[in-house]
């Protein structure tokens, strides 16, 4: 069952070569039919939201979705007025809640797999995508990134784990070529105050199991972003090499490993924008 609500994102490669292709969604009780003409360019991106916890267990998306495109036209959802905005064309919102079922038979609930959500973009345009990321309760997901160019080849793909909470917004950028031999990239937007929260959150859900070694992380982060802040940036850059050491450490022990990974490239991220 396809519903157009919104807990992650995906934008799904169409190969629909000059084909006209029927998409019926849901909203609500209401049905809506679109007709989408599809042209010869089989370029697409393709998000993937997914809600996980560190363990690899899937479970429904504590996140809500927004797209801008190069044009600053958006596609998804809209917290301004908690609703769904259509604004980017060739882009059709969707989410399925019956993952892996291919049959229209009744399956308890039980047995259904978690929900994940659908926003297909063909005929993207080239250049830079901003994808934000809304919390919607305290949680895990998985943003998988997947990009073809104009001649259908895959040149992108990446995957990002982050936690959430209500009210926290994670930004992504795709800057995208859909020129065939090209390579596009995403890069996360990370803070010295997203890095805290991940902190934050990650005792809180238990992923760290002690508040000694929350405090030490925290510490070492707090000096960074003191020296950053006096334009000392090779020493911040030193104490974040420290950090990265004392997660690389502290993994399988006191800090699910899983995470540490995740922070680990969390914090070579932030290192490349100091």
Known sequence: MIRAILTGLVFLFCGCSGRKVEIVSRIGNGIQSEQKQFTPDNSGVTFVGRGYNMSGTQVDPPIETL?????GRKKGYNPDTASLIHEIPHAIYAQDDSIGIDSEEDVPASEQPPAYSA???TQPMSGEYQIQVFGKEVGEYELSVRGHTSDAELR???KYFGLTEKGRIAEFRLNFNKTPGSVSTV???VTFQS?????R????LGYIDNDGILNSLNK????AEKQYNENQKGAANNILEALKNELEAQKGKHLFESLGNVLNNDVSELQKNL
Do not use: Y
């Open 156 to 158: 992108l793909e990446q």
């Open 195 to 199: 890095l805290r929260d991940d902190l």
């Open 187 to 189: 890069t996360k937007t």
């Open 119 to 121: 926003l297909e973009v």
């Open 220 to 223: 070492k982060l707090e000096n």
């Open 67 to 71: 797209l801008i495109d190069p044009s």
């Open 201 to 204: 959150l990650a005792r809180q």
